[in-house]
């Protein structure tokens, strides 16, 4: 099976907009020390689901993408751009055939402790791989 995670980290990458914001401060799971701004960090928060009543579904991914950046309105300006990039994509990401990407915006917080501002990205992925 293909590595959803890093396909989406390269297909997010692919589009001009996204790598002028973020270059390869794009992360998995783990944010170095001291990262550049602003940044990226992608997490899968639900298991795969891969059956309904039905039979075989493929599968289907929720996501979670935080982008965070010292600046108010460039944080919101790469979190749109991030989001464009996938709502509503259908076709290859990487190897992996998407058959669905919806992208929501849940929310964005100014953590005191961390003086950064934060958007929060949600990414279901519907998959026939």
Do not use: H
């Amino acid at each position: 099976m293909a590595d959803l995670e890093a396909s989406v980290v390269s297909f997010a990458l692919l589009d001009a907009d996204v790598l002028s914001a973020l270059g390869s401060r794009f992360y998995v799971d783990k944010v170095p020390d001291k990262p550049g701004k602003p940044f990226a960090k992608l997490s899968q928060v639900s298991p795969d689901q891969r059956y309904t009543q039905d039979g075989y579904a493929g599968r289907v991914v929720l996501l979670q993408l935080d982008v965070y950046d010292d600046d108010k309105a460039r944080c919101n300006s790469t979190a749109e751009s991030v989001k464009a990039r996938f709502d509503g994509y259908r076709g290859m990401m990487g190897d992996i055939k998407v058959g669905r990407c919806w992208c929501k915006d849940v929310r964005g917080e100014w953590p005191p402790d961390a003086r950064n501002f934060r958007r929060i990205l949600e990414l279901e992925i519907g998959t026939n791989d």
